[in-house]
């Protein structure tokens, strides 16, 4: 069974940066199309970001595209979100997510069958 565990998550003022982590157990990441999702309080979780199974693709949510970075080390089985020029909206909880397997890319929480804990973070103004 897969266990996901993000950390890196905190309080930053608008226009500053973070990076979070996601650490894999149980399967490699290497072998699945990995993401991260968010979810603000009253609002439905959302897609950020996902890595193709391959590691050669990548898609962002238009909200984050030309800011954030997804990327992953399967040396170390970890996924990673840069985070940069951050803003008070980007503020929320922040899961990493693992797609069933023999699933490329995809966007929809559906399809993702392991999620981490979650980590919070808030953009002050």
């Known amino acids: 069974q897969m266990q996901l565990l993000e950390s890196g998550g905190g309080l930053v003022q608008s226009g500053g940066s973070l990076k979070l982590s996601c650490a894999a157990s149980g399967l490699p990441l290497a072998e699945l199309a990995t993401g991260w999702f968010r979810q603000a309080p009253g609002n439905e979780r959302e897609f950020v970001a996902v890595?193709?199974?391959?590691?050669?693709?990548?898609f962002y949510s238009a909200s984050v595209k030309g800011r954030f970075t997804i990327s992953r080390d399967n040396a170390k089985n970890t996924l990673y979100l840069q985070m940069n020029s951050l803003k008070p909206e980007d503020t929320a909880v922040y899961y990493c997510?693992?797609?069933?397997?023999?699933?490329?890319?995809?966007?929809?929480?559906?399809?993702?069958?392991?999620w981490g804990q979650g980590t919070q973070v808030t953009v002050s103004s």
């Open positions: 890595i193709s199974q391959s590691g050669g693709s990548t």
């Open positions: 997510a693992a797609a069933h397997q023999g699933i490329v890319y995809s966007l929809k929480k559906g399809d993702f069958g392991s």
